[in-house]
C-alpha cells in the first residue's frame, strides 16, 4: 500500500467514525457511554492522517533527496508488500458509514444467550399511573416481588417467536457492545402476533410466568419505530 493510500484510508476512518457518531447510527454497536471514547479516536485518526498529509507535501531540505537516488534493486521482500496490501481490508470499516449494518434483532436471538435475573433491587413500588418499564425491570420484579399486582405498564421491544406457542417481546441487553449481548423476554399474551422483527408498544399488566418466562396480558399492542438506542 502506497504512502497517500495509507494517509487516505486514515482519514477515511476518522471521518466515517465522526459519521456514526453524529448520526447515532453508532447506538447500534455500542452503549451510549462509548461516544467520548469514539470521538476521541475519530478526531485523533483524521489529525495523524492530515499531519502525515502536511508532512508529506512539505519539499525536502537540501541534501536529504541522495536517499532517493541511484537504481532501485528488485525487492527482496516480497512477503512484504503483501502484508502492506492487506492494509486495504481497513476499507471495510469506512463501508458501514455508507451501508451500516442493523441492529440485532430477532435472527440473531437463536445465537444469544438468556439474560440471568439476579437482582432483588426492583422491589419498590413503581411510579404512579402507567409508567414505560424496561424488560429488565418488568421482568426482575415479576420474579422477585409483587410490585407489580394490579397495575399496568407499558413495555416496547420487538416481537420474536416464543417456543411454547405465541409471542415473546424481547430486548437486547449489552454492557459494552453488540457482541456482548444478552436477551431479555417477556411472553405476551392476549394479543396476535404483529409478526417476527416487529418493534411494537405493549400496554397491559403482569401475570404469572408462561414457561418460565414472565408474561403480560396486553390491553394494547401498538406498531412503532425501531428507537434510536435499540438495547437495554
Request: glycine residues 8%; contains cysteine; positive net charge.
Amino acid at each position: 500500500m502506497k504512502r497517500r493510500s495509507e494517509i487516505t484510508i486514515t482519514i477515511g476512518l476518522g471521518l466515517a467514525a465522526g459519521s456514526l457518531l453524529r448520526s447515532g447510527i453508532y447506538l447500534r454497536y455500542v452503549r451510549p457511554a462509548m461516544y467520548p471514547l469514539l470521538a476521541a479516536a475519530a478526531v485523533t485518526l483524521v489529525a495523524i492522517g492530515l499531519a502525515s498529509l502536511l508532512k508529506k507535501a512539505t519539499p525536502l531540505r537540501h541534501g536529504d533527496d541522495h536517499q532517493d537516488a541511484g537504481p532501485r534493486d528488485e525487492d527482496p521482500h516480497p512477503e512484504h508488500r503483501h502484508r502492506l496490501n492487506a492494509g486495504w481490508l481497513l476499507v471495510i470499516p469506512m463501508l458501514v458509514a455508507l451501508v451500516p449494518p442493523p441492529a440485532l434483532g430477532a435472527s440473531s436471538i437463536g445465537r444469544i444467550a438468556a439474560l440471568t435475573l439476579t437482582s432483588g433491587s426492583y422491589t419498590q413500588p413503581i411510579r404512579p399511573g402507567i409508567p414505560a418499564l424496561t424488560l429488565s425491570e418488568f421482568a426482575t420484579r415479576a420474579i422477585y416481588g409483587h410490585s407489580l399486582a394490579d397495575r399496568d405498564v407499558v413495555l416496547e421491544g420487538f416481537s420474536t417467536p416464543s417456543p411454547s406457542g405465541g409471542w415473546n417481546l424481547t430486548r437486547l441487553v449489552i454492557v459494552c457492545c453488540a457482541a456482548d449481548a444478552l436477551a431479555i423476554q417477556v411472553h405476551v399474551d392476549g394479543a396476535p402476533n404483529p409478526g417476527t422483527s416487529t418493534w411494537v408498544r405493549v400496554t397491559g399488566r403482569w401475570q404469572p410466568a408462561s414457561a418460565g418466562v414472565p408474561a403480560i396480558q396486553a390491553a394494547q399492542v401498538t406498531i412503532t419505530q425501531q428507537p434510536n438506542d435499540p438495547y437495554e
